[in-house]
């Protein structure tokens, strides 16, 4: 969605995205060990305004951060 423009589900073009911070806090932190404590984490969020689906993303310039977190584990060894 995030490089195509086009919607996973239903192929609609109309795609909006924007940036929510990640949580911490009180909210769950979905990017744990990937920033400082005083800030969150981002997300950018894709949605398709003709179906409604929606994917997170992880901002380009974090996934160093998420890379070297010890809360992540690789799933695919390289
Ligand atoms: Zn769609």
Redesign the pocket.
């Known amino acids: 969605m995030k490089r195509t423009g086009r ?1 996973n ?2 192929g ?1 073009t109309d795609i909006r995205t924007t940036t929510v911070d990640a949580g911490g806090g009180y909210a769950p932190d979905l990017l744990p060990r990937t920033h400082s404590w005083w800030k969150t984490g981002k997300l950018e969020v894709y949605v ?1 305004c ?4 929606f994917q997170f993303f992880v901002p380009v310039d974090a996934l160093d951060e998420v890379a070297q977190s010890e809360k992540f584990e690789t799933l695919n060894e390289s």
């Open positions: 919607c589900e239903c609609g398709c003709t179906c409604g689906y």
